[in-house]
């Protein structure tokens, strides 16, 4: 792990602003004390905490297990997929070791993610059992599919142990050897997630419990008022569900990191509050800020205008631009609308990479020496506009040399599109193009979202 001092040191007199008990920051970009966390729209660092980089589910599942086989208190843990293979049974059982226990164990799963897993998680999660499974909008019921906002989805991958120790990145909990439209395979996918200690794991820890408290209240909604109703102070009550379905405020953060104590770290969210465009600016800011290198991972990958335009003026002076993408395909319609861009990014001198060996599922990109991030979010129209998603934006050189390290190994299995394969606006690829754009602009309309793309 990179590492920063522990989070439950004492700092010295002369800690910079940021650590657990220091002295607010002057500088003119330093958040009000008061400022909620979950409000801003933009990425803010806390410094004092510790990374390690999580390659496949084969480094992160025996950390994730190990991490709740010692839990003492709680665990929270959200998922889009949960499937039902040995791999997963096996973390379903370490969860339910940890309930018997007395451990208070909360599991939040989405509804069409995990559609086809669902009997198998109702058998291992029952509801008298030692785990509450809570089902983000389930979709079990034909009416169900015509509930507003249901193309909205819950695609975080999060875990939380004791509030100590915490886990984020893009990994389901499934083999890394099964897809479920393909079978099993001969080599993993690729995809990363990342182990957290330090102040930067209580928004992780209060971006798992609201999503849960969320979908759990949806479940059963009446219950709760009725049992709100009884008690004798309703509002206590009120204000009790409020805090749980409320993320944390921001004492002890910054907007930006220089100040900060190594490691510093940043949780960024995609919700449908306030945050609905944050993990989309932190990338585009990053972008613009790049002075050498912008080396970027992404199964799906369709970004928006002003994200190209970022990529294409990075491109213009001077900057590396590296795109790794997917080469053996699961979506077709998703690898329709990445090929539509190829010709756009490669004019402007970005380089584009199609992963061959395995399946592509990792969502990750560093930018020069000290800037990278690791998370469940795609560069697409769902996960930027649409889906619940969660990143981590690290600021510290060894972190980014680590994740620099294995993105050259995974391109070293790649193959560079040729930049004289783009024919600019020869006839069939433009009208390829603008059936893509359309599409996109009828599934956003669909799903309720706004602005523009």
Not at 51 to 79: K, S, Y
Request: glycine share 8%; charged share 25%.
């Amino acid at each position: 792990m990179s590492r920063g001092p522990r989070s439950g040191a004492s700092p010295p007199a002369d800690a910079p602003a940021g650590l657990p008990g220091a002295a607010p920051a002057a500088a003119p970009d330093a958040l009000p004390p008061d400022l909620p966390w979950s409000q801003l729209p933009r990425a803010v660092f806390c410094g004092g905490n510790e990374v390690r980089l999580l390659e496949n589910g084969d480094q992160l599942f025996p950390a994730m297990c190990a991490a709740i086989d010692g839990a003492r208190h709680e665990v929270w843990l959200a998922t889009y997929l949960f499937h039902d293979d040995p791999v997963a049974e096996g973390i379903a059982r370490c969860l339910q070791a940890a309930g018997r226990r007395g451990v208070r164990v909360r599991l939040v799963v989405d509804g069409f993610g995990s559609k086809a897993s669902m009997p198998a998680l109702r058998r291992w999660f029952p509801p008298d059992g030692p785990v509450n499974l809570a089902v983000f909008r389930p979709v079990d019921r034909w009416w169900r599919w015509l509930q507003p906002g249901l193309l909205r989805r819950l695609h975080q991958k999060l875990c939380v142990v004791d509030g100590a120790l915490g886990f984020v990145g893009g990994i389901n909990l499934i083999d890394d050897r099964m897809d479920l439209h393909h079978g099993c395979t001969e080599r993993p996918r690729l995809d990363f997630a990342v182990a957290l200690a330090g102040p930067c794991v209580a928004p992780v820890e209060q971006t798992a419990r609201a999503v849960w408290t969320r979908a759990w209240l949806g479940r059963d909604f009446r219950d709760e008022l009725v049992a709100m109703a009884r008690s004798s102070s309703p509002l206590s009550e009120l204000r009790r569900l409020l805090r749980q379905l409320r993320m944390p405020r921001g004492e002890g953060l910054q907007a930006a990191a220089g100040e900060l104590a190594p490691v510093a770290v940043a949780v960024v969210l995609r919700d449908n509050l306030r945050q609905r465009r944050t993990i989309e600016r932190s990338y585009i800011a990053a972008l613009r800020a790049a002075r050498e290198r912008i080396d970027l991972v992404c199964p799906y990958f369709y970004p928006g205008t002003a994200f190209r335009r970022a990529l294409r003026e990075a491109a213009a002076r001077g900057v590396r631009v590296r795109l790794l993408l997917q080469g053996k395909v699961d979506y077709r319609i998703a690898a329709l609308a990445a090929h539509a861009l190829y010709d756009e990014l490669l004019a402007a001198g970005v380089r584009i990479h199609e992963y061959m060996p395995a399946f592509l599922h990792a969502k990750v990109a560093l930018v020069d020496d000290d800037w990278a991030t690791v998370g469940s979010s795609n560069i697409d129209p769902l996960s930027l506009l649409l889906n619940l998603e969660a990143n981590v934006i690290v600021r510290d050189a060894a972190f980014t040399a680590r994740l620099a390290e294995r993105f050259d190994a995974a391109l070293a299995d790649a193959r560079e599109i040729d930049p004289a394969s783009a024919h600019g606006r020869c006839l069939p690829r433009v009208l390829r193009r603008a059936t893509v754009a359309w599409l996109a602009h009828v599934y956003l309309r669909l799903a309720g979202a706004t602005g523009r793309y």
